[in-house]
């Protein structure tokens, strides 16, 4: 009965009911969308540059990071490699051997990247198969590479193609070498795919020269694990010869590029909540108020307080929750569809794209379809719809029948 | 049995005290049709909302069957007025967003009746006060006699001790106040149900087997016919 009563009270005040539910669902609208954009855009970013590049978290011999030389490499062996592995949330791990080269094939030359992979471990990482656009991921003998994408095109090279490969090897000797491309990979990061050339880690050990080395170990962390948490655990199972940092540390321009953007978010989403908040509570305001005598009333006949209140914070709840529905059901197919369509940034003005393309990522807004952005935001409104009703909680636990209903 | 011992009420607007009531003892009996008169301003809200629990005594007391309820907390009051008392009020008694009969049964199922129970009732009671085609209307559909009829029905529902109606005809034309009153002391009559109202229209008082006159707070006469 305080159902269909609190039910039928939200029909009282049709236009009233109207506005106040389509103002709640404006704003989720707006909030929803808003968030999934964002999201969607980090998780690009993450997925493009971090989950299948840089590793939540990388441990390197100490100072390696300051100063990216060979001579900072560390010797790799199983009792890190399993002390790593025994702490909670780490899933994957590989190690790679990076070092610069310049590379040339015929009168061109470039400089880039070489990384040496473990790659039966690597692709658990960065899934490598489903990169590939030409020839094959594997390494069936030591003088086979990989090219990126860009490389390959810089060189306009085909699979089979002789390059050459001269740099700086460990300990101040000589590396050099003739390698032939056996497979090109779009890494689907326009930074990288510029300048990075891939062998097995045991063809760049012999390139430089030295055995069992590695410059990074790459860790790949289980989903929803903290990798802060987790660094710091690998940091107290493993040596000070060793330094661990998250991405965060690694690509901190990219970690405050999207705190930045992030904090914009949530502070559009604060004021969005503060109009519909001021909106709702006019309205329970004006329910509460004239309903001043039938509240009498009710009371006279005998509805205890709390039987009155739970009407009042029901017809809250209701209100808020038709708006919160119509809000989520209006957002999920355009969330959907953009999720399969993502918007290019291009469409955001001349430059940018190229600006995100500097950063190493696709510049395209893939939205994200997470239940936890709609789920959370009707969550937050449902507790505010709470919060609202304490008005009427107070006035009608000091209601006075009598006065109540002397009009 | 219901009755006041030196019952005072008094309002205080300023530094000017107003006696609202005056010292009032009363006693009033299982199946009387009392109606309480006087001039406007002369307390007769005041001393029926006093009865009814809705406003607490400057001092004195009221009992009902032996229950002093001018000292109940207000809760206790809430819940006795459910299970005890009938109100019928000047105007808008009723829920508007119910119809006849579901404001009729809000009662019976505040106090835990069944659902079959509250159906048979809640019929019956309508077609004692000739609403029993109306039931499905809300208080809108209805003139203000016929609001007036499903209210007194409504103040039956709880199986009450008596009934308080503040000037339940004040709103109505001379043939609603003729049926209303037809149906009360129908009631009164045929079901022994005990109700105590007041009014300023002399048809009204004319019905009345008992007529308790107030002036400043004070009883000045109190007749049985
Ligand atoms: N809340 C209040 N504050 C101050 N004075 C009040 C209050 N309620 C009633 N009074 C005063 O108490 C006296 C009795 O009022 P009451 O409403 O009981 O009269 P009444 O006989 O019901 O009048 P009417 O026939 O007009 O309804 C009046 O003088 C009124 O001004
Ligand atoms: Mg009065």
């Known amino acids: 009965m305080i159902f269909k009563i609190a039910w039928r009270n939200i029909g009282r005040n049709k236009k009233r009911t109207l506005i106040t539910t389509l103002s709640v669902s404006a704003a989720l609208f707006l909030i929803i969308l808003m968030r999934s954009m964002q999201f969607g855009f980090y998780d690009n970013i993450i997925h493009s540059i971090v989950q299948s590049y840089s590793g939540y978290i990388q441990v390197h011999s100490n100072g390696y990071w300051e100063k990216q030389s060979l001579n900072n490499a560390m010797e790799i062996d199983d009792d890190l490699i399993n002390k790593i592995n025994s702490v909670d949330g780490v899933k994957n791990l590989t190690n790679r051997l990076q070092t610069f080269a310049l590379v040339s094939k015929g009168e061109k030359s470039k400089g880039a990247i070489i990384n040496g992979v473990e790659i039966e471990k690597e692709q658990l990482i960065t899934d490598w198969n489903k990169k590939i656009i030409e020839g094959s991921q594997y390494f069936d003998s030591t003088d086979q590479i990989v090219l990126s994408k860009g490389i390959a095109e810089y060189f306009n090279t085909k699979i089979g193609d002789t390059l050459v490969l001269f740099g700086q090897g460990y300990q101040g000797m000589m590396a050099a070498g003739k390698?032939?491309?056996?497979?090109?990979?779009?890494?689907?990061?326009?930074?990288?795919?510029?300048?990075?050339?891939?062998?097995?880690?045991?063809?760049?050990?012999?390139?430089?020269?030295?055995?069992?080395?590695?410059?990074?170990?790459?860790?790949?962390?289980?989903?929803?694990?903290?990798?802060?948490?987790?660094?710091?655990?690998?940091?107290?199972?493993?040596?000070?010869?060793?330094?661990?940092?998250?991405?965060?540390?690694?690509?901190?321009?990219?970690?405050?590029?999207?705190?930045?953007?992030?904090?914009?978010?949530?502070?559009?989403?604060?004021?969005?909540?503060?109009?519909?908040?001021?909106?709702?509570?006019?309205?329970?305001?004006?329910?509460?108020?004239?309903?001043?005598?039938?509240?009498?009333?009710?009371?006279?006949?005998?509805?205890?307080?709390?039987?009155?209140?739970?009407?009042?914070?029901?017809?809250?709840?209701?209100?808020?929750?038709?708006?919160?529905?119509?809000?989520?059901?209006?957002?999920?197919?355009?969330?959907?569809?953009?999720?399969?369509?993502?918007?290019?940034?291009?469409?955001?003005?001349?430059?940018?794209?190229?600006?995100?393309?500097?950063?190493?990522?696709?510049?395209?807004?893939?939205?994200?379809?997470?239940?936890?952005?709609?789920?959370?935001?009707?969550?937050?409104?449902?507790?505010?719809?709470?919060?609202?009703?304490?008005?009427?909680?107070?006035?009608?636990?000091?209601?006075?029948?009598?006065?109540?209903?002397?009009? | 049995m219901i009755q006041t011992e030196k019952l005072n009420k008094i309002y205080k607007q300023g530094k000017l005290k107003v006696k609202a009531v005056n010292n009032v003892n009363l006693k009033i009996s299982d199946g009387e049709f009392t109606a309480i008169v006087g001039p406007s301003g002369s307390g007769k809200t005041t001393l029926l909302n006093c009865i009814g629990g809705l406003d607490k005594p400057t001092n004195g007391k009221v009992t009902i069957d032996g229950e002093v309820i001018s000292s109940y907390p207000s809760n206790k009051m809430i819940k006795f007025r459910l299970n005890n008392i009938g109100f019928v009020f000047q105007a808008y008694n009723l829920i508007p967003v119910l119809s006849a009969k579901e404001n009729i049964e809000m009662i019976m199922l505040m106090q835990g009746y069944d659902k079959q129970e509250r159906e048979q009732r809640s019929n019956d009671l309508l077609n004692e006060v000739g609403m029993g085609n109306m039931s499905k209307r809300r208080p809108a559909q209805l003139s203000g006699g016929q609001q007036q009829r499903v209210a007194v029905a409504r103040a039956l529902a709880s199986k009450p001790k008596f009934i308080l109606a503040d000037e339940p005809t004040a709103n109505l034309d001379s043939i609603s106040t003729a049926k209303l009153l037809d149906i009360m002391s129908r009631l009164n009559k045929q079901e022994n149900i005990t109700f105590i109202f007041s009014s300023h229209d002399q048809r009204v008082i004319d019905r009345a087997r008992r007529v308790i006159t107030l002036e400043d707070g004070k009883i000045i006469t109190d007749k049985k016919k």
């Not at chain 1, 060793?242 to 930045?260: C, F, R, S």
């Open chain 1, 179 to 407: 390698y032939v491309a056996n497979g090109i990979i779009d890494l689907k990061n326009p930074g990288l795919n510029k300048m990075t050339i891939f062998m097995d880690i045991k063809s760049a050990q012999d390139y430089i020269s030295s055995d069992d080395i590695a410059t990074h170990l790459i860790i790949d962390k289980e989903k929803y694990y903290n990798e802060k948490k987790i660094a710091e655990n690998i940091s107290n199972v493993i040596s000070d010869d060793y330094e661990v940092m998250t991405w965060k540390e690694i690509l901190p321009e990219l970690d405050q590029m999207i705190t930045a953007d992030n904090v914009g978010g949530l502070i559009m989403a604060f004021i969005l909540y503060v109009i519909v908040c001021f909106g709702m509570f006019g309205t329970v305001l004006m329910m509460t108020e004239e309903r001043k005598y039938e509240f009498g009333v009710l009371l006279s006949i005998g509805m205890s307080k709390i039987k009155l209140y739970l009407i009042i914070l029901l017809e809250t709840i209701m209100l808020s929750s038709i708006g919160v529905i119509i809000g989520i059901i209006l957002t999920r197919p355009i969330s959907l569809y953009f999720n399969k369509n993502p918007i290019h940034m291009d469409s955001f003005g001349e430059g940018l794209s190229d600006a995100m393309g500097e950063f190493g990522f696709d510049p395209i807004i893939p939205f994200s379809i997470n239940w936890d952005i709609p789920i959370s935001h009707a969550i937050f409104i449902f507790c505010v719809s709470i919060l609202i009703s304490i008005y009427p909680a107070i006035r009608i636990f000091s209601l006075n029948p009598i006065k109540s209903m002397k009009q």
